[in-house]
């Protein structure tokens, strides 16, 4: 199984709205991703997870929490997001770092009105 | 100037035609990886290289670490092969992927 999957598809959400995105793989790999990618643009990296633990933090607003349950599980938490928000967010994993190739999940296309 | 470039931004082509695109890069680098992503948004990573040749298929990576220079090269392309294909380097000093800015490519029947 080398998929990366991520749940919801799509959102909209409010700028008031709390809600989460997540992302699941069972590749036993210990190093997980988060990525904002806007329109037309590459990927910009927001946060990796290594062996559960936050090991880089790119300067992310605080309206973006992320959290990594267990090896498998990694949340990004939303609350209280611009409209700038509205990207798509993409999860990834590796096996220990970014030294290896990462696989990618389809993403969740954001909107944030 | 970034530090990964690629070149063409923009790629027509007819189906069965070769492609190549190419990286470039100006930071010191481990590795090298070729990424694809189809309009819906999901990311296939197509190779990581760090040195030499890498084939698949129809696709063939390259690299050249004297030269900073990365290609892809489509050998037979066709119309499902119409993505943005994205070089994204890992750097030696900091293991931080720097991402390229894509090639979009469209292959027409």
């Known amino acids: 199984d080398t998929e990366v999957t991520q749940t919801p598809k799509h959102l909209v959400m409010g700028m008031t709205n709390k809600k989460s995105l997540k992302c699941e793989q069972h590749?036993?790999?210990?190093?997980m991703y988060w990525y904002k990618q806007k329109a037309k643009k590459p990927p910009e990296l927001m946060f990796v997870?290594?062996?559960?633990?936050?090991?880089i933090n790119e300067s992310v607003p605080s309206r973006f929490s992320p959290e990594c349950p267990n090896s498998s599980l990694l949340n990004l938490h939303l609350h209280a997001l611009q409209p700038e928000d509205s990207a798509l967010y993409l999860c990834?994993?590796?096996?220990?770092?970014?030294?290896?190739?990462?696989?990618f999940g389809p993403g969740t296309r954001l909107l944030v009105l | 100037k970034n530090e990964v470039e690629q070149s063409p931004q923009n790629l027509t082509a007819q189906e069965g035609e070769f492609i190549t695109i190419n990286c470039s890069y100006s930071?010191?680098?481990?590795?090298l990886h070729w990424l694809q992503q189809h309009p819906g948004g999901g990311i296939v990573s197509l190779f990581m290289?760090?040195?030499g040749k890498k084939k698949h298929g129809r696709l063939i990576a390259t690299i050249n670490i004297q030269e900073k220079h990365s290609s892809l090269h489509i050998t037979v392309s066709h119309p499902r092969d119409s993505a943005v294909y994205i070089c994204?380097?890992?750097?030696?000093?900091?293991?931080?992927?720097?991402f390229g800015p894509g090639t979009s490519l469209s292959v027409i029947p």
């Open positions: 990834a994993s590796s096996q220990e770092s970014e030294a290896e190739t990462q696989y």
């Open positions: 590749m036993g790999h210990r190093a």
């Open positions: 997870y290594s062996y559960e633990k936050l090991s």
């Open positions: 930071v010191g680098i481990s590795a």
């Open positions: 290289l760090s040195s």
């Open positions: 994204a380097a890992l750097k030696t000093s900091y293991d931080k992927v720097i």
